[in-house]
């Protein structure tokens, strides 16, 4: 029987996640790259998270390490907004998946 994965975790800036917490989600505030990588390997290798959202400004510094979960069926790891201007970078991720999924870019503009 496979693992059910429950849990939805939040990684990003303290004034961008500290409102999920209020959804019941997991939230986890840090400020800089090596805090974001740690806390991220954390959570992807605990086999308990169903979905991790990570904010913009952090994805720069997990790259490689997200790459090797993005294709894991298990979990979902998803790019949202954070402070400052929205960088687009979930929306492009977002584009890329559906485009591996169905073979054409359905969400081209």
């Given at each position: 029987?496979?693992?059910?994965?429950?849990?939805?975790?939040?990684?990003?800036?303290?004034?961008?996640?500290?409102?999920?917490a209020?959804?019941?989600?997991?939230?986890?505030?840090?400020?800089?790259?090596?805090?974001?990588?740690?806390?991220?390997?954390?959570?992807?290798?605990?086999?308990?998270?169903?979905?991790?959202?990570?904010?913009?400004?952090?994805?720069?510094?997990?790259?490689a390490?997200?790459?090797?979960?993005?294709?894991?069926?298990?979990?979902?790891?998803?790019?949202?907004?954070?402070?400052?201007?929205?960088?687009?970078?979930?929306?492009?991720?977002?584009?890329?998946?559906?485009?591996?999924?169905?073979?054409?870019?359905?969400?081209?503009?």
């Amino acid at each position: 029987m496979a693992k059910v994965h429950t849990k939805v975790g939040v990684i990003g800036e303290r004034a961008c996640v500290m409102g999920f917490a209020a959804l019941g989600l997991s939230v986890y505030p840090v400020e800089e790259g090596q805090e974001a990588l740690e806390t991220f390997r954390r959570l992807a290798r605990c086999d308990q998270y169903a979905i991790i959202f990570i904010t913009e400004a952090l994805v720069g510094s997990l790259a490689a390490e997200i790459a090797k979960y993005k294709d894991k069926a298990d979990t979902a790891i998803i790019v949202i907004p954070g402070r400052g201007e929205p960088q687009g970078l979930g929306l492009n991720a977002l584009k890329q998946a559906v485009e591996r999924a169905v073979g054409i870019d359905i969400l081209a503009q």
